[in-house]
Nanobody, 115 residues
Framework: QVQLVESGGGLVQPGGSLRLSCAIS????????MGWYRQAPGKEREMVAT???????NYEDSVKGRFTISRDNAKNTLYLQMNSLKPEDTAVYCC?????????WGQGTQVTVSS
């Protein structure tokens, strides 16, 4: 079965950095895109960053220039490098993939930015 497991979240001070990882297990075919989403308290889930099979990337406006999405196909891992973190970035971050069978979501990892 296909599973996504996030890691790397935690508590950081404003201006700090974190790198989130999403480990993918199971057989996946014809992957179209992968992405990171987040949901903050009192808000709906929003797209943070996506990357397609053709390596096209897209970012939510507030994270442009601060976050970078990447993948390592050999390690079956998706990453989100987060720099210059702000309190507004506090949320549960989830990874997902879109492939021929549909969408698969991870369980999420908590990121808290606070002094």
């Amino acid at each position: 079965q296909v599973q996504l497991v996030e890691s790397g979240g935690g508590l950081v001070q404003p201006g700090g950095s974190l790198r989130l990882s999403c480990a993918i297990s199971g057989s996946i075919f014809n992957v179209n895109a992968m992405g990171w989403y987040r949901q903050a308290p009192g808000k709906e889930r929003e797209m943070v960053a996506t990357i397609t099979s053709g390596d096209n990337t897209n970012y939510e406006d507030s994270v442009k220039g601060r976050f970078t999405i990447s993948r390592d196909n050999a390690k079956n891992t998706l990453y989100l490098q987060m720099n210059s973190l702000k309190p507004e970035d506090t949320a549960v971050y989830c990874c997902n993939i879109l492939y021929y069978k549909g969408l698969v979501w991870g369980q999420g990892t908590q990121v808290t930015v606070s002094s």
